[in-house]
């Protein structure tokens, strides 16, 4: 693994297990809607956020040494074409209440926001393509306004 990689994964996670801020620093952090404290990027150019929670959503990658994501989509891609149907597909897995694993990665998101804080959603798709980490935010902002 390259030097740049390592630094990446290692740092994706420390995130995805669970780095928080102190609560001191919280209380420091701007309040924005929470539609623009839902980032969605690419793991290979995360966003500049230095606030932000990186949370990486997908397949297990040895390459990159990140370990499968809760939120990542089931569904291989079978092609651009397929693309849209594929996160279409996604949407219910997301959305199943019975899907505890997932769930519970959702809340643990949702605990961030409450709390004040950014996350970055992080595929290799995205910005540049749909990308499913574009479902998973839609649904957070849902919950978040049904609160």
Known sequence: MHERTATIAAHLNRSIMGGTLPTHEID???KKPVADRILVGNVRAPCRNVDAIRIYCGRKNDSWGLAQSPLANPNPLNGEAH???NIADYRPYLRNPKNTIVQAE???VLEWLRS???VELLCWCAPAKA???DEVRRYLIEL???R
Do not use: D, I, M, Y
């Open 28 to 30: 420091q952090l701007p």
């Open 83 to 85: 693309r849209a149907q």
């Open 106 to 108: 959702v809340q643990r």
């Open 116 to 118: 004040g804080q950014t």
């Open 131 to 133: 990308c499913h980490c």
């Open 144 to 146: 978040w306004e049904a």
